[in-house]
């Protein structure tokens, strides 16, 4: 289900009871540019890099539905939603990006310019028929249920 803003958030909470947060960015395309991973950079650090508010709030709702340790996860995550309080140290990002060409050298240059506030993860998967890949992908979910 698309987060209105975030294409993928990780929530973890460690011993102490702190909750941490992976805001994601996903791109792809035939062949990866550095116009593209400017684009996800400036996704991910929209609203001061953290994640939004109705993307947290869904997955929130979610956790709180359950009758175990999410509802936990869930009110942790409504607690962040109302007081932000999840210090940038505690959010990391991570830029995810598929193509049929290798990660272009501005994909490099973009992580080491990264802020030091928060830790980047970068993934690039080369698919070298990408645009056949997404074309079944795309007939794959299509036909999801049908059977």
Not at 50 to 59: D, N, Q, W
């Amino acid at each position: 289900m698309a987060l209105r803003g975030d294409d993928f958030i990780g929530v973890r909470i460690d011993a102490a009871g702190d909750l941490f947060l992976l805001k994601g960015e996903a791109k792809s395309r035939a062949q990866l540019a550095g116009a593209t991973i400017s684009e996800a950079r400036t996704a991910l650090s929209r609203d001061n890099g953290r994640p939004t508010a109705t993307s947290l709030l869904f997955i929130a709702d979610r956790l709180m539905e359950r009758e175990d340790e999410g509802a936990t996860v869930g009110r942790a995550i409504r607690n962040e939603v109302a007081n932000r309080a999840v210090p940038a140290t505690r959010i990391d990002h991570a830029l995810f990006t598929m193509s049929g060409n290798a990660a272009p050298q501005a994909l490099i240059d973009d992580l080491q310019a990264a802020g030091p506030e928060r830790t980047h993860t970068v993934i690039h998967l080369r698919i070298v028929d990408h645009q056949e890949f997404i074309r079944l992908s795309y007939e794959g979910a299509l036909a999801l249920g049908n059977d």
